[in-house]
């Protein structure tokens, strides 16, 4: 094992996106992630296009890294099993609510009993003290209860919308991911474990507000929440005469060597507007449209050489399909071409951060359905025997070529 987190031993019992992106960047970290799965898998492993059933592309991109053990902790034995191998972990991840874990008697003080030092750590929907908290929760629900419809609308769109990404997921994840290291460095100073939870509507209602509480950061309030460049209906690509682009002028070197670049040196110091930050935000609507206007009189190509010969922020304007192309992430290798065990030559990503010392590497390509039930029952201490056992109980199945 290589990276920061090597020697860490994680217990995940989450499912779909949310959790296993956060144990996913854990194990690209160094971490032995264990990959609890009910007996007919996650069941992300279906969504979208695959070469063998329970392969897909969402499902290999966020468990890699991991070892799969099918259990089914509804039984006592499975539960057993699960116990034992958070007795050698040092973390527990679930992400279903509180009370479902409850249900299983595997709360906190059921894995705290079998092992005093884990961090028993909960990423689900609502924080436990409030209404919502038995409420489900799901990455449209979040992103709805957290106003980023509203925002869009407020932005310019018709109706609202969701992000087309698993915003909250992913976003959650990554806190998560947080959460937990800190949680282990915490213990290395305590000697303790403990219980973390990682709200979802929580977590994100801090991401949105802290853009946009804007003058309801005060009380009373001095102005209404929403930052005003934020929601300019102008903050879009902007079309030019061949496609679109995407340009930032932000401050106020950036907005002089623009309008020198339009032929209107003296604008920065003739119109009030433009005098500060404060006053461009004021009139941040007006601005935009101005550049919107401007950026239709030339190519995508010749703004561009303007653009990066004045030192104003410009990017292309990617498709999904010209992201997979970009210059610089060929460059930096950010995607690889890896031999997958069962699912044969596929496109990954590097992990992003870079390490002068302890390097993360990929440990190994997401895992077939229990793929490694028989090697980890071994290292949870059951023999050939228990483990047939096991089988037979309908309790794990072990490692069924692409399933």
Partial sequence: MAGPLAGVRIVDVTTVLMGPYATQILGDLGADVIKVEPPGGDSVRGIGPARHAGMAGVFLHANRSKRSIVLDLKQDAGREALLKLAAGADVLVYNVRPQAMARLRLDYDALRAANPRILYVGVYGYGQAGPYAAKPAYDDLIQGAVAIPTLGVL???EVPRYAPNAMADRIVGMAAANAITAGLFERERSGQGQAIDVPMFETMAQFVLGDHLQGASFEPPIGPPGYAR??????????????????????????????????????????????????????????????????LTRTSAEWTAALEAADIPVMPMHTLQSLLDDPHLRAVGFFQTVQHPSEGRIRTMAVPSGWSRTRPEVQRQAPRLGEHGAELLREAGYGDEQIAALVAQGVTTLGVAGA
């Fill in 155 to 157: 932005a310019g769109n």
């Fill in 230 to 295: 934020l929601l300019n209906e102008h903050r879009r690509p902007y079309a030019t005469k061949d496609g679109h682009l995407c340009v930032l002028v932000y401050n106020d070197k950036q907005w002089r060597a623009f309008f020198e670049l339009i032929g209107r040196p003296e604008a920065m110091s003739a119109d009030p507007r433009l005098a500060s930050i404060g006053a461009r935000t004021e009139h941040i609507r007006e601005l935009y449209r101005l550049v919107a206007e401007v950026m």
